[in-house]
């Protein structure tokens, strides 16, 4: 066989392995993820969570009532759908069972349905109150964090004395481990009156129901794969906050653009499959750091108030501003989406013009792409775009060709800037507020 033919038969085969669908944000979180995942997690046998941890807030309408997962995939409210929270992901037991317990009141069953990695890192409550003091102690230089304890995590697990949920099978080496990095953070924080004893003791108490959620998930999501499933990674945060790729230093701990993916499943680049980009129809963050398009007028605090914009985790006002094309550009370049998810466009309705940031200019030169730097993003010159808007309600409208023109020719313009096309529109909170393009 010659090399051309040698080539075509792999790529041949390589089509037909059984991929990973992944929905990942495009901007700094709070896109509206869940969106999609809830519109086409009925598709799939498998939900998985790759990354972060209960810093990721995302929220859905189930049963008429918002819901906000942190910890646990989205696909859990699927019936035919095995959740699973990767080994790249780092876990709070005390908010896991939370979680569960709230699934629980609105009668969404979780028995063998819910899972945790054996390499999962485990956050402590210590890590917590240390995360708190670091934003304490930052002063000017503070990141914004949500104080979830995920930052210190991820740093033990990086100095590789972190603790992961396999340690849990044996209690005696998980205490030992435990100890072990109680006393790094006790002697390092001057930690006083701590109750080790009690967390530990609850950590015990929940062993009957967490031991059998703990399996081998790199096996298992590689074994699903092997048998056809399908399976669907929810992204939590979005490129603008990865730890490499991000506005550093204010971003999260963890790889939240589509090399997370890889990563935090344990899975070959070569099982990653259609990459949906998640978008709002206008830009929002939480926390500190630089924000080019951010309007800190009656614009910003309109697009707050109509489009509900509150951290999920945290409840805090999110920082509003106009779409920001050139940030997008840049995440779409290094996610490669195949598809896009337009959320929120509802909430532009009524606006008499609504604003594009096309182009950074730094020092009155155009920049090709996001800069690397904080304090050069904090420093741009943003170049906007103007599009007529629309004052049409547009919640009921579940075709496109029903969106006002002007809402129509907002969702081209932005399918032809970035070259991708937008498959979803979301019109609305409703779960079935969405139009299929």
């Not at 509802?346 to 606006?351: A, E, P």
């Not at 020719?409 to 032809?416: A, S």
Request: aromatic share 8%; net charge negative.
């Amino acid at each position: 066989m010659c090399s051309s033919d040698l080539f075509y038969s792999f790529h041949s085969f390589a089509n037909q392995m059984s991929k990973i669908d992944a929905v990942l944000g495009s901007q700094w979180g709070d896109e509206g993820k869940g969106k999609l995942v809830d519109t086409i997690g009925n598709q799939y046998d498998l939900c998985c969570r790759a990354t972060g941890g209960a810093n990721a807030g995302h929220t859905i309408i189930y049963d008429n009532k918002a819901v906000a997962f942190h910890l646990v995939p989205i696909g859990v409210v699927q019936p035919q759908a095995k959740c699973i929270i990767g080994n790249g992901c780092v876990v709070s037991i005390t908010t896991l069972f939370e979680e569960i317990e709230s699934l629980r009141r609105i009668k969404v069953n979780i028995e063998n349905r819910l899972f945790v990695s054996d390499r999962a890192h485990i956050v402590f409550n210590f890590h917590q109150i240390c995360d708190g003091l670091n934003e304490l102690n930052s002063g000017d230089l503070k990141i914004g964090t949500t104080k979830r304890g995920i930052g210190p995590t991820y740093a033990s697990k990086m100095e590789r004395y972190g603790v992961r949920m396999g340690a849990l099978r044996n209690w005696d080496r998980f205490k030992e481990q435990y100890m072990r990095i109680y006393n790094i953070y006790r002697i390092r924080y001057n930690l006083q009156d701590y109750d080790y004893e009690g967390e530990l003791a609850k950590i015990q108490s929940l062993l009957p129901e967490l031991l059998p959620m703990i399996i081998d998930s790199v096996y298992e999501i590689n074994k699903a794969l092997d048998e056809g499933k399908k399976v669907l990674v929810e992204g939590a945060n979005a490129p603008m906050l990865d730890i490499d790729l991000g506005t550093y230093p204010y971003v999260t701990s963890s790889s939240a653009s589509i090399g997370g993916i890889v990563t935090g499943l344990g899975v070959s680049p070569h099982r990653v499959g259609t990459i949906f980009g998640i978008v709002k129809a206008y830009t929002t963050r939480v926390g500190e750091g630089p924000f080019p398009t951010e309007q800190l007028n009656a614009i910003g605090e309109r697009l707050r108030s109509v489009g509900h914009e509150f951290g999920a985790t945290t409840g805090r006002p999110r920082r509003c501003g106009w779409l920001d094309l050139v940030q997008v550009a840049y995440t779409t370049m290094v996610d490669a989406f195949d598809s896009l998810c337009l959320t929120k466009l509802d909430v532009l309705t009524g606006l008499e013009t609504i604003k594009v940031g096309r182009k950074y200019l730094l020092d009155g030169k155009e920049l090709p792409s996001m800069p690397a730097e904080a304090e050069d993003l904090a420093r741009v010159e943003v170049v906007y775009d103007e599009l007529p808007g629309w004052s049409e309600d547009i919640s009921n409208v579940r075709s496109f060709e029903e969106l006002p023109e002007n809402a129509r020719k907002y969702v081209e313009y932005i399918e032809k800037v970035l070259g991708v096309p937008i498959h979803f529109i979301g019109v609305g909170a409703g779960r079935d507020a969405v139009i299929s393009h």
